[in-house]
């Protein structure tokens, strides 16, 4: 079963060779070629965007999609059989693309609205304008991502008069783990296959216990190595204290770190093996799939909350935002950054958000969210597309595919299933990497 971003390898994956296979000479001249992250129906939701723009008269010129999973930066190395728009995953990228003069700027009119004002949530800002190039817009919010949601089976909460997931502290969790493994479920689900579910929990957790020390790790320029070690070591701590959980996942570690993400929501609401499962927005259609166009049981059975706090008050934990970016490479033609301009508009997204698994980013659009999240998460305004902080791993940054903090976080998980190295071992060592990896980003 893919993934949710099919990750397309080939041993290594050489990258001269899957971007260029999608944009051979073949195509048509007249064609906007666009490179993309997803697989499934998120490519397909993505196709039927273009189709409708095609039908309406909007833009007539030909396109051609290639998926290539979370290796999509790849292409920027693909020469002349580069696309002309890109959706970028890892946000991080944005920076150091623009400086190798890889992408080409866009029009600041695309920021705001006709009364000027900004369309997006302050937050992405600083992400997609780019200081070493006079703060120019490089890249446009297309889909925002909540990396702070829990799904879980609320009638097994409610059978064992257990509080939504919201109310956890993460300090607490192993004891409230007992009470669910007790009932003979596994109280988690955990993709460790795809690295992104492994380090979206770990910056729940790290952002639970601090503030400061998620953004110290983000930012390479606020790194403060002997005021965030213990706050550091604490929320890994915490983290292996739930992930070191005996019997915390169906199969434990060794299945954990092998199984996919479409896998782990499945386990919750598909086999019943696990209780609860932290998934971003987009788990929603596969959620959806497991019963089958039956929404009164699925309106019954499928609870969200948000991440907790470690700290009351609680409804205050983290608000994590993600999302996928449009960015124009520097020989971009003016048709693709034409259509860049009507990928913009609030009125071509309101399919993709009934079906779930899109959040628009543009504050314009309504509504905001699909009707099972709205009515489980009881939303108003633009609350989760006015996230506080970004993910972690994608404001790290990664290149050619490879995220550090994935490996990171991976060899973490890795270490707790050795008795060996469980629990003090494994937080030394995680500890360590990632003061390696920000030695490296400082330079």
Same mark, same amino acid.
């Given at each position: 079963m893919a993934s949710r971003r099919t990750i397309l390898r080939a041993?290594?994956?050489?990258?001269?060779?899957?971007?260029?296979?999608?944009?051979?000479?073949?195509?048509?001249?007249?064609?906007?070629?666009?490179?993309?992250?997803? +697989?499934?129906?998120? &490519?397909?939701?993505? @196709? /039927?965007?273009?189709?409708? *723009?095609?039908?309406?008269?909007?833009?007539?010129?030909?396109?051609?999609?290639?998926?290539?999973?979370?290796?999509?930066?790849?292409?920027?190395?693909?020469?002349?059989?580069?696309?002309?728009?890109?959706?970028?995953?890892?946000?991080?990228?944005?920076?150091?693309l623009a400086a190798d003069n890889r992408l080409h700027a866009l029009d600041e009119k695309l920021w705001s609205d006709d009364a000027k004002k900004p369309r997006?949530?302050? +937050?992405?800002?600083? &992400?997609?304008?780019? @200081? /070493?190039?006079?703060?120019? *817009?490089?890249?446009?919010?297309?889909?925002a991502t909540c990396k702070s949601l829990i799904w879980y089976d609320r009638t097994r909460f409610t059978r064992l008069n257990l509080a939504p997931p919201d109310r956890w502290p993460p300090w607490l969790w192993p004891a409230l783990m007992t009470r669910l493994a007790r009932s003979g479920v596994h109280p988690l689900?955990?993709?460790?296959?795809?690295?992104?579910?492994?380090?979206?929990?770990f910056a729940n957790v790290l952002l639970a216990e601090s503030r400061d020390t998620y953004e110290s790790v983000a930012n390479p320029n606020d790194?403060?190595?002997?005021?965030?070690?213990?706050?550091?070591?604490?929320?890994?701590?915490?983290?292996?204290?739930?992930?070191?959980?005996?019997?915390?996942?169906?199969?434990?570690?060794?299945?954990?770190?092998?199984?996919?993400?479409?896998?782990?929501?499945?386990?919750?609401?598909?086999?019943?093996?696990?209780?609860?499962?932290?998934?971003?927005?987009?788990a929603e259609p596969i959620v959806r799939g497991c019963f089958g166009g039956d929404d009164v049981r699925m309106a019954e059975t499928v609870g969200v909350s948000l991440f907790p706090s470690n700290l009351p008050p609680f409804g205050k934990g983290p608000m994590i935002g993600g999302g996928d970016v449009l960015v124009a490479t520097r020989s971009a033609s003016a048709k693709a950054l034409e259509l860049i301009g009507l990928l913009s508009g609030p009125e071509l997204l309101t399919d993709w958000i009934s079906a779930g698994g899109f959040i628009a980013p543009d504050l314009r659009v309504q509504p905001g969210y699909s009707p099972l999240?709205?009515?489980?998460?009881?939303l108003s305004g633009p609350r989760i597309r006015a996230w506080s902080e970004f993910d972690l791993a994608d404001r790290i940054g990664s290149r050619g595919g490879d995220n550090p903090l994935w490996r990171v976080i991976t060899a973490f998980l890795t270490d707790l299933d050795d008795p060996a190295k469980r629990e003090s071992v494994a937080v030394a060592h995680a500890v360590d990497a990632i003061y390696e990896l920000e030695h490296g980003r400082r330079g």
């Open positions: 041993g290594a994956l050489l990258p001269l060779a899957a971007a260029c296979t999608p944009f051979g000479a073949g195509e048509s001249a007249d064609a906007v070629k666009i490179a993309v992250p997803w +697989g499934g129906a998120e &490519l397909q939701a993505f @196709e /039927a965007i273009l189709t409708n *723009l095609r039908k309406s008269g909007q833009f007539s010129h030909r396109t051609v999609v290639t998926t290539l999973g979370d290796d999509v930066g790849t292409v920027f190395a693909a020469g002349r059989f580069a696309p002309d728009i890109v959706v970028v995953p890892q946000i991080g990228q944005i920076p150091r997006y949530a302050d +937050g992405w800002w600083p &992400l997609v304008h780019v @200081e /070493a190039k006079g703060n120019r *817009l490089y890249g446009l919010p297309f889909k689900a955990l993709g460790g296959a795809d690295g992104w579910m492994l380090t979206d929990f790194w403060r190595p002997d005021q965030r070690r213990a706050e550091l070591t604490r929320a890994l701590r915490t983290l292996a204290s739930i992930w070191g959980f005996d019997g915390a996942f169906p199969g434990n570690i060794g299945r954990a770190l092998t199984q996919q993400f479409p896998d782990a929501v499945r386990a919750v609401f598909g086999t019943g093996s696990a209780a609860m499962v932290v998934a971003p927005d987009f999240l709205d009515t489980t998460l009881n």
